[in-house]
């Protein structure tokens, strides 16, 4: 009897020491759990040349995967297959700085961007240099001709100016705009840098507040839109306003977008733009969809997903916010409701992987994204310093 009562306080013991063990499993030791098994799988997927895009793929998706690594802490410059990975990344960069191959030269070129610097590599700021110079003239600002080939004599005037576009044809968007800045704020550029001057303009330009926003079709629910050029376009869709004006949907993406490109440009946390763009944040906050894009389709609301996730991380990082406060007026820590969404959404072997849209299908980009999105978590209390 005697015997048994030992057994039992001591079942009990280790079980009370279990259940405390998970209890004090908090969101940056579950971060650091899903980047340590996310950056593995990403390590097995490097390919025999050292990238890890297929010949058709763009080479920006070496350059994430290169961003996720060495942000992890786990890894460095000097690693042998990461070395390995860079070198392949540079074999695109041309003589003019831009880091491509064939097309959508100015996304390429930012993303690599953000990678070479990533690498803290001092031998590698030549090319960084040639890339930034090269990144600055795709700027759209003193075109005498339009996306529609339209004749241009005031372009501060226009809807693009000061934006970026994948080339320097068609027209520019949120979404290319906010990896250049990224790439540029990440290379070091001081936020009275001409280039932010003019990106800050066309950023303004995107966003829902006929306040701040001179274009005929903005709202004013605070949010962004993909492109201000050519009438507004957003992947939110438009709808019709009460006064018979064409207006376009802001939607989670952008406006996260917006939100941390402003800060970059140096706007300040209480200026009225960036305020408003809070605001409608909070209003929609979540991390179970990209908000916005549900519409008469609910599937929708899962397109961009991943890139959604990178992309808040950033926006809300920069913003410095250890709390938002959602519709309800319930107050949420994002950083942990982020980590938890993405900790049930990692896949038995480490990686994550979306809908086939924006190629999310593709588990080396979900997985960078994810592993960027993580790493943002845990920047700001210093819980991951490199080793």
Not at 169 to 180: K, V
Not at 299 to 324: E, I, M, R, S, W
Request: charged fraction near 20%.
């Amino acid at each position: 009897m005697r015997l048994a009562r030992l057994f039992s306080s001591a079942l009990c013991v280790l079980v009370s020491c279990i259940t405390m063990t998970n209890a004090q499993i908090g969101p940056a030791d579950q971060a650091r759990t899903a980047i340590e098994k996310g950056t593995a799988f990403l390590k097995a997927q490097q390919k025999p040349d050292g990238g890890w895009a297929d010949e058709k793929e763009p080479p920006a998706i070496t350059a994430m995967a290169l961003k996720a690594l060495v942000g992890s802490g786990d890894y460095g410059y000097s690693t042998d297959f990461v070395k390995k990975g860079y070198d392949r990344l540079l074999s695109f960069q041309t003589e003019s700085g831009g880091i491509f191959k064939d097309i959508l030269a100015n996304y390429n070129t930012s993303i690599a961007i953000s990678a070479l610097v990533a690498a803290k590599e001092p031998s590698l700021q030549p090319n960084i240099d040639k890339a930034v110079a090269y990144l600055k003239k795709m700027q759209w600002t003193e075109q005498a001709v339009g996306p529609k080939g339209e004749s241009v004599k005031n372009p501060e005037q226009a809807a693009w100016y000061g934006g970026f576009g994948y080339n320097r044809h068609g027209r520019p968007d949120l979404s290319n705009a906010q990896f250049s800045i990224q790439a540029l704020h990440d290379a070091g550029l001081q936020p009275d840098d001409p280039a932010f001057k003019a990106a800050l303009q066309f950023i303004t330009r995107c966003q829902n507040r006929s306040e701040s926003n001179d274009q005929p079709w903005s709202g004013n629910d605070g949010g962004f839109i993909y492109s201000p050029a050519n009438g507004g376009d957003s992947e939110a869709e438009s709808y019709m306003a009460a006064d018979g004006r064409k207006l376009w949907r802001s939607y989670g993406t952008m406006t996260y977008a917006g939100l941390k490109s402003m800060l970059y440009a140096g706007v300040s946390k209480s200026d009225p733009r960036v305020q408003s763009a809070v605001q409608w944040i909070e209003k929609n906050y979540t991390f179970d969809e990209n908000p916005g894009l549900r519409l008469n389709d609910p599937t929708q609301a899962q397109h961009g997903l991943y890139y959604y996730f990178n992309v808040a991380a950033k926006a809300l990082n920069a913003y410095d916010a250890p709390q938002l406060t959602d519709a309800q007026g319930n107050k949420h820590d994002w950083r942990a409701d982020l980590v938890a969404k993405i900790v049930s959404l990692q896949r038995p072997d480490g990686s994550w992987a979306g809908e086939k849209r924006w190629m999310e299908d593709n588990p080396a980009i979900t997985t960078a994204y994810v592993l960027m999105a993580l790493e943002e978590t845990l920047a700001d209390l210093n819980e991951h310093p490199a080793k």
